[in-house]
């Protein structure tokens, strides 16, 4: 868990009002949920049987006897709010955006933290592929806003419940001869949930994995459709995307569309501790066409370069899918419904490492000084007098000593410091000095905002 610090709060800010103004416009509602829930929701939401609530949620109970999870991602809470505050009946489809945190006791690496900060979407109601390719591209629109030029979205369909079993069972058939050479948590997986193997990290189970039978194989057509759909909205809109047949997320939820936004910046590297003989493999040989059932436009086919080598290994800075089963689970009508959350902390450590500028602060151009009890009485009023007025200004209240305040507010870069002593506190004047000259002027305190403005404006 970890400080956001006064000196990094530039850039998180910069991503709430950029995300609220673009999310705005796309007709994304603001939801915030509660930070606890039931610890059923997640149990049943995201699966019992995934790392996430086997591992890594905290949870409690209480002396009532609540069993209550601290939230570890949103799509889940967005989806009990839905269905417990009557969206069910507002016309359809129901777009919600969030933002706050989450809480995963991973193991602690770079960019990984215990207690995490996501900006989510999701949109419930919409069976089309556009809402998936809508998702994707609002998070597109948002990274670019930031300065953000260089992602690309890993994406696949991981079918259906009609389409998934048999794939399932392709996959078992393809393991069990090999299940020896599996790591331990793989072992566990394949009796569990065999597609979590095509996502394990352990170099022997990577080799396996190259031979495995691919899903986009033995999705129905309906599914397949729909992912073909998908990609041509994306190459419609030029969003960069790289078919990725291993991708298939840590959970349960998913129905047909997942992604995952990597970037190839050199940070990603830094990210995770990528080993030298990992970084030696050849990046993934994928098409457009495999997956897309043929589709021409390989315009739209990212080439591996081979910085995404990393990225292949590297830590993803956001993730989605849709859930067209989830609303149902959890005890609403069956309704299509796709989201996707960006991870924050990884963002600004992006737009750190990639240098994005950002619009300057406003410099602080007057200083004010008191000199006595009675001038520091008289200060909190002046002062609110010019934040109404929008004149930026430095003091130091706390300060008696006019030698010591001067030389703050020449630090400061100040071009104006206000001197208020006894007698300007009595007489209603104040003294404005003139940092680089040293020359002074007494002017009534009711011309205080319009001499300055006239200054400032020079
Ligand atoms: P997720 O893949 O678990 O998906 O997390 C989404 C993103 O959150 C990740 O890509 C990553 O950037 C960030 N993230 C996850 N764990 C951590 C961590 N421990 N430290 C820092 N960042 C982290 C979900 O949470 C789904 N709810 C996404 C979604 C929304 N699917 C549909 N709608």
């Known amino acids: 868990m970890h400080d956001i610090l006064p000196k990094d709060q530039k850039y998180w800010e910069r991503i709430r009002v950029l995300s609220r103004a673009i999310f705005s416009y796309y007709n994304f509602s603001r939801i915030d949920t509660p930070h606890l829930e039931d610890s059923e929701l997640f149990l049943q939401a995201v699966g019992f049987q995934t790392d996430i609530v086997e591992k890594q949620t905290y949870s409690l109970k209480t002396e009532g006897g609540d069993e209550l999870t601290l939230r570890p991602e949103g799509t889940a809470s967005t989806v009990r709010a839905y269905l417990q505050n009557g969206f069910v009946a507002e016309p359809h489809p129901v777009k919600f955006y969030y933002q706050g945190a989450f809480f995963r006791h991973e193991s602690p690496q770079r960019g990984r933290y215990r207690e995490l900060n996501q900006l989510g979407l999701e949109v419930i109601g919409d069976q089309n592929p556009v809402a998936d390719a809508e998702v994707i591209h609002v998070f597109s629109v948002l990274l670019r806003e930031l300065g953000i030029r260089e992602f690309f979205f890993h994406v696949n369909s991981v079918g259906c419940k009609d389409c998934r079993p048999s794939y399932r069972s392709h996959l078992i058939q393809y393991y069990r001869p090999k299940a020896k050479g599996l790591c331990r948590d793989c072992k566990k997986r394949l009796k569990q949930n065999p597609l979590r193997l095509l996502d394990c ?42 078919l990725n047949p291993y991708l298939v997320r840590g959970l349960d939820y998913y129905t047909k ?136 200004l430095g003091e130091s209240l706390g300060r008696d000593s006019v030698k010591s305040q001067l030389k703050i507010a020449d630090k400061s870069g100040s071009d104006y410091s206000l001197i208020l002593g006894q007698k300007e506190a009595i007489d209603s004047t104040i003294i404005i000095r003139e940092m680089s000259s040293g020359i002074q002027e007494v002017i009534p305190q009711e011309m205080l905002v319009e001499t300055l403005r006239k200054k400032l404006k020079r």
């Not at 691919?214 to 999705?219: A, G, K, N, W, Y």
């Not at 129905?220 to 729909?226: I, L, S, V």
């Not at 003989?277 to 897309?292: F, G, H, Q, R």
Request: with cysteine.
């Open 257 to 392: 569309t997942v992604f995952e936004i990597f970037t190839d910046s050199d940070w990603v590297g830094e990210l995770e501790d990528v080993k030298d003989e990992e970084k030696k493999e050849p990046p993934l040989e994928i098409s457009a066409n495999d997956a897309a059932g043929g589709t021409e436009n390989p315009a739209a086919v990212v080439e591996a370069r081979p910085e995404e080598k990393k990225i292949l290994k590297g830590i993803a800075i956001g993730a989605g899918g849709r859930y067209d089963d989830l609303v149902s689970l959890l005890g609403g009508r069956s309704e299509p419904a796709v989201g996707g959350t960006l991870g924050l902390e990884r963002l600004v450590m992006l737009m750190k490492a990639v240098g994005v500028k950002l619009p300057e602060e406003p410099r602080m151009r007057v200083f004010f000084v008191q000199l006595g009890d009675f001038a520091k009485k008289k200060s909190f009023k002046i002062i609110e007098e010019l934040r109404r007025a929008g004149i930026p």
């Open 201 to 242: 990290k352990e170099e022997k189970c990577r080799i396996l994995k190259k031979g495995t039978p691919q899903i986009l194989d033995h999705i129905c057509e309906a599914c397949k459709k729909h992912f073909t759909l998908m990609l041509e909205f994306l190459d419609e809109n030029e969003i960069p995307y790289i």
